[in-house]
């Protein structure tokens, strides 16, 4: 669905959601409410949006069958403090190629999502389980705390964020992560040697502090 391959993908990936968010020039971060369930949890790929009622986990089950190898899930929970997603549906995403989740909910057994290696993104980590009442919404268009994310949208979550790019701009976000990281990687070695930001940057014109003892 996402313009990019797979190699290209994963290289998204490795450049970071921080460095997607800053090349891409779009106000296209999750706030940081939005955590890792699991240090070192990250994934890439497309949206599979997924809207359930709050302590109510019915549409994760409906997904399951909806997803495309390589889909994430993004499911708006309302925030619910609930525990929406855990090993079992995750030993299933893995099966059927899921890539990841991310929920404006909760999740629970983080211990064996980070075993059986399901990287999720949640707004909280909760033990409290779900009813079954409402099979909800998946993928139609949700917003997460004021985020549109819509289905083929390309998601980029790691330790420091999740960038949800339009699927159109993903090809000029990846070349433009590119070069962010190369001219970077350059600064890296002149920083090394004892230069300063203030220098490399030009910061030097924007103002000095009054007190510099
Ligand atoms: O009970 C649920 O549906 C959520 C959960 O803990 C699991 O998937 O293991
Ligand atoms: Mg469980």
């Not at 994310?149 to 790691?158: C, I, N, P, S």
């Not at 990846?174 to 990281?181: E, F, Q």
């Not at 600064?187 to 220098?199: H, N």
């Amino acid at each position: 669905m996402t313009v990019l391959d797979a190699g290209e993908l994963k290289e998204l990936l490795a450049l970071g959601s921080a460095t997607a968010y800053e090349a891409s020039g779009l106000p296209c971060a999750l706030p940081p409410v939005f955590r890792p369930a699991w240090a070192g949890a990250r994934c890439v790929g497309t949206a599979l949006p997924v809207a359930a009622a709050p302590g109510d986990n019915l549409p994760l089950h409906w997904a399951l069958e909806a997803a495309r190898p390589g889909d994430v899930l993004v499911v708006d929970a309302g925030g619910s403090e609930h525990g929406y997603w855990g090993e079992v549906l995750a030993v299933s995403a893995l099966a059927r190629g899921v890539a990841g989740l991310v929920i404006d909910g909760g999740v629970r057994d983080t211990d064996r999502l980070r075993e059986i290696g399901f990287p999720a993104f949640s707004t909280s980590v909760a033990i409290l389980g779900t009813g079954k009442s409402w099979p909800g919404r998946v993928g139609s268009p949700v917003h997460l705390r004021g985020h549109r994310v819509a289905r083929g949208d390309l998601v980029v979550a790691d330790a420091d964020g999740i960038a949800v790019l339009p699927a159109a701009e993903a090809r000029r976000v990846l070349d433009a992560s590119r070069a962010r990281a190369a001219k970077e990687d350059q600064y890296m070695a002149e920083l090394r040697a004892g230069a300063l930001t203030l220098d490399l940057y030009g910061f030097r014109e924007l103002g000095q502090p009054e007190d510099q003892s």
